[in-house]
């Protein structure tokens, strides 16, 4: 059984950053994408980066290019996503995927078979 445990979310002000991470337990790591979605209240659940199984691929949501960047650590069995210059709009619950049957980063949410539970992310104006 895979399981995925984020942390790292907080209240932030405007501008400010935050690292969230994720690990990921009971199926080996190293070979498949890994992506982080967030969902905002009212609104759908919706993509903001991916990384391939080996780290050189990354895609990322136009809303956060240039100022968030993912990245993995397969020794360790985790993902993060470093966020910079965060924004209001960037307040969401966001969650970490896992695409065992995917090398290649994706944008698609069907794609990601195993997602945690969320940690929170507020940025006040």
């Known amino acids: 059984q895979v399981q995925l445990a984020e942390s790292g979310g907080g209240l932030v002000q405007a501008g400010a950053s935050l690292t969230l991470s994720c690990v990921v337990s009971?199926?080996?790591?190293?070979?498949?994408?890994m992506g982080w979605f967030r969902q905002a209240p009212g609104k759908e659940r919706e993509f903001v980066a991916s990384?391939?199984?080996?780290?050189?691929?990354?895609l990322y949501a136009d809303s956060v290019k240039g100022r968030f960047l993912m990245s993995r650590d397969n020794a360790k069995d985790s993902v993060f996503l470093l966020m910079n210059n965060l924004k209001p709009e960037d307040t969401a619950v966001y969650y970490c995927a896992a695409a065992p049957r995917f090398t290649l980063a994706s944008t698609m949410a069907s794609k990601y078979d195993y997602w945690g539970q969320g940690t929170q992310v507020t940025v006040s104006s």
């Open positions: 990384v391939s199984w080996s780290g050189n691929m990354r």
């Open positions: 009971g199926h080996t790591f190293s070979g498949y994408a």
